[in-house]
């Protein structure tokens, strides 16, 4: 990346939360339903122009939500990603009517482009219901958001696509707990990343809305976790990073535009992939979700050095 000699660049026009909405909008295909129901999607801009995995999940998830009773959140879903997307195309969201009980509806999703499917998921649905609770605690010491810097801050000087893409086209404002691996590897060699995350703007009031953009922001970081553990960053030269698949756990209802804390952590990375965890706090400590993801990382051999003494 090349740092611009005059400080911050100009950030462009435009609202990025109200594109995640209308990026969310799937239209309903009436006319090309076969034995499942049809809706397409458009793609979001990318500078690498391969289609953003947390978009194709948010959308399967819209599209999936699309053929369940209104009384029955979404409570988790798994999913496979078979290709990469091409962010230039619409998608095509196909979706199979599985089950519906009289408490839990499922729903199989897959996403196609060019005639062949680039995620494979299942999504399970629930009718509220009362039962026993507990939750896992939010860790202590977390700073808060506000006296961390934004992507902006971090990444706003530099004139490159990727990093004016990160810095001001994403509808979520992300915040790190540890410094961000965007440009360099600093501190600790930890299996272990946190961030502070929300929307830049307001989100309408709809439940089904918050939980399939909070599944979007899930594939942000995930991975980070791996990276910082072997001294890696994003612009590691020669390193290649790609999502295998994801899974998610909507515990509590949760807006995504109020600060939620993403906690990871990487408990193993072999054969060239890693599998990452996440935990996800509202700001008054409750734990409102859970993500898995295993993710391709290769990078040359020489690239990760050991970890440090006492990792």
Known sequence: MTEAEAGLLAPPSGDPTSSL???LDLGDLEGARTDEDIFLGPSQRQPHHRVFGGQVLAQSLVASTRTVDPDRLVHSMHGYFLRPGDANK??????????????FSARRVHAYQ???PILSMI??????????EHAAAMPAGIPDPESLPSTADLLGKFD???ARHWAYERPFDIRHVDPALYVSANGPRE??????????GPVPDDPNLHRAALAYASDYTLLESILRRHGLSWITPGMNVASLDHAMWWHRPARVDDWLLYVQESPSAQGARGLATGRIFNR????????????MVRVPLDTAGPPESGS
């Not at 008054?284 to 993710?295: D, Y």
């Open 284 to 295: 008054a400590g409750q734990h409102v979700a859970s993500v898995a993801q295993e993710g």
């Open 21 to 23: 909405i209308e990026l």
């Open 90 to 103: 619409p998608i095509t969201f196909g979706v199979e009517r599985l089950r519906d009980g009289r408490s």
């Open 160 to 162: 490159h696509p990727v």
């Open 114 to 116: 060019d005639g062949v």
């Open 123 to 132: 999504a399970s649905f629930q009718v509220e219901a009362e039962g026993i």
């Open 191 to 200: 299996a272990r990343n946190a961030v502070w995350m929300k929307t830049l």
